[in-house]
């Protein structure tokens, strides 16, 4: 392999690839504005210790995912693995957190060393949103609503199961904590390595284990339902009342613990499996203890993530490639009117390009061949009577059009 290979993990995006992240990426925007959300676009790098501190030290992602490297100042800077930390690292700097709600939409690339495979890769991009501020089951609910509504009009959400789970409240999770330690540790050698790592730590996180022999142990652990103080079931029962009313449909499960410390009460999924393995395309939840982390007040909030290239994976065609028109000047004397004619219709919107090379019959072949939708053949007898030939490439009917009408007929 060369250094001038592109590195792996990552991909180019070119042609139908990029026309189909572009078309998530328009269509979440779309939407969440429909929702009241504003973009925000935060940078692609930060001190290490916006991610370090806030995912938890024994996430995989900071464990082992981050891209993280000294500049030449010697500070260390890490490139963002996901977007929730940064969101939550700018409403503190930019002094926010007495503005709330902030309700906030980002879309970018994200960087994470992992085992690059199909819908996996090192630079990978998500769209997301913030709801911050709000404590209320309303507020999960119609998070996930817009994330539901955005599947919907990308025409995935049939292909997409959303599952919810509840991690409840402080006092919740510290008693099922304790209870997972009780029931894991008393089949501690059973388990992978890495759990074995967890248990002390983050005994939740085994329940998001992908090996097979912890996966086995895990189907029988305790659930935190039997855990959840009455307010935190609470919260829960809410929630789901009001997905109801958003008609968005949904299944429990209750081992869905999202890989993130920072996560209480509510948290979600959007899973498939029209990708094999890489069956999560959007997850989130609410993360009530993040700003606090970050040096902010204690402030309540919710959100979700999904992966762009999951989503454009899923969809049942890419945008179609946009049509040209192209302009065939028939000799050199009439191309200053083919270039005022060029640069009127750019001007009216529509797709216009010149064809520079050739005689009229390789001019036309050429436009054919990649696609135009028409030719506007300018030769010096037409241009004369203030007319050009109008050919549909479609079907080749050609007329004499005025120039000062092409544009209303070509639109
Ligand atoms: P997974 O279990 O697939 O590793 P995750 O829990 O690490 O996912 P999140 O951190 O919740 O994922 O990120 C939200 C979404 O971003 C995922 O559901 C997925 O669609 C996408 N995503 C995460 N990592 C990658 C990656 N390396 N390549 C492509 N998409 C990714
Ligand atoms: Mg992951």
């Given at each position: 392999m060369?250094?001038?290979?592109?590195?792996?993990?990552?991909?180019?995006?070119?042609?139908?690839?990029?026309?189909?992240?572009?078309?998530?990426?328009?269509?979440?925007?779309?939407?969440?504005?429909?929702?009241?959300?504003?973009?925000?676009?935060?940078?692609?790098?930060?001190?290490?210790?916006?991610?370090?501190?806030?995912?938890?030290?024994?996430?995989?992602?900071?464990?082992?995912?981050?891209y993280t490297f000294e500049d030449r100042g010697g500070d260390s800077i890490t490139l963002r693995p996901e977007g929730t930390a940064g969101v939550c690292r700018a409403l503190?700097?930019?002094?926010?957190?007495?503005?709330?709600?902030?309700?906030?939409?980002?879309?970018?690339?994200?960087?994470?060393?992992?085992?690059?495979?199909?819908?996996?890769?090192?630079?990978?991009?998500?769209?997301?949103?913030?709801?911050?501020?709000?404590?209320?089951?309303?507020?999960?609910?119609?998070?996930?609503?817009?994330?539901h509504h955005i599947l919907e009009a990308l025409g995935v959400a049939r292909l997409a199961v959303l599952e919810i789970n509840t991690l409840g409240d402080r006092e919740s999770r510290q008693a099922y904590r304790d209870a997972l330690i009780g029931y894991f540790s008393a089949r501690r050698s059973a388990l992978s390595e890495d759990s074995q790592a967890r248990l002390e730590r983050n005994p939740l996180r085994i329940l998001d284990s992908k090996d097979a022999d912890d996966i086995a142990i895990v189907a029988e652990a305790p659930t935190i339902m039997d855990f959840l103080t009455p307010e935190a079931a609470g919260f829960y029962d809410a929630l789901r009342r009001h997905l109801d009313s958003?008609?968005?449909?949904?299944?429990?499960?209750?081992?869905?613990?999202?890989?993130?410390?920072?996560?209480?009460?509510?948290?979600?999924?959007?899973?498939?499996?029209?990708?094999?393995?890489?069956?999560?395309?959007?997850?989130?939840?609410?993360?009530?203890?993040?700003v606090a982390e970050m040096g902010g007040p204690h402030t309540p909030a919710v959100g979700w993530a999904a992966g762009i290239e999951r989503l454009a994976m899923l969809l049942d065609e890419a945008p179609a490639a946009p049509a040209t028109v192209v302009i065939v000047p028939v000799d050199d004397s009439v191309e200053p009117v083919a270039i005022t004619t060029l640069q009127s219709l750019r001007r009216a919107g529509i797709r216009t390009e010149m064809a520079y090379r050739g005689n009229l019959r390789r001019r036309l072949e050429r436009a054919n061949r990649t696609g135009a939708r028409a030719a506007i053949i300018l030769g010096p007898d037409d241009v004369a009577d203030g007319t050009a030939q109008l050919k549909d490439l479609a079907t080749g009917t050609q007329e004499a059009v005025r120039l000062d009408r092409l544009a209303d007929r070509l639109k």
């Open positions: 060369t250094d001038l290979q592109p590195v792996r993990g990552t991909r180019d995006l070119i042609g139908d690839e990029q026309r189909r992240h572009h078309h998530v990426i328009e269509t979440a925007r779309r939407i969440a504005a429909a929702y009241g959300f504003d973009e925000w676009a935060t940078p692609v790098f930060e001190n290490t210790a916006v991610f370090a501190r806030t995912l938890g030290e024994t996430s995989d992602v900071v464990t082992k995912e981050m503190v700097s930019n002094g926010l957190t007495q503005s709330l709600p902030q309700k906030v939409f980002y879309a970018g690339p994200m960087f994470r060393y992992e085992r690059p495979q199909k819908g996996r890769y090192r630079q990978f991009h998500q769209i997301g949103i913030e709801l911050i501020g709000p404590s209320e089951p309303l507020a999960d609910a119609e998070v996930i609503a817009c994330g958003f008609g968005v449909p949904y299944r429990e499960n209750a081992r869905i613990v999202r890989g993130l410390d920072y996560y209480g009460h509510t948290a979600f999924e959007f899973v498939t499996d029209a990708l094999g393995a890489q069956g999560t395309v959007m997850g989130g939840g609410r993360y009530d203890g993040l």
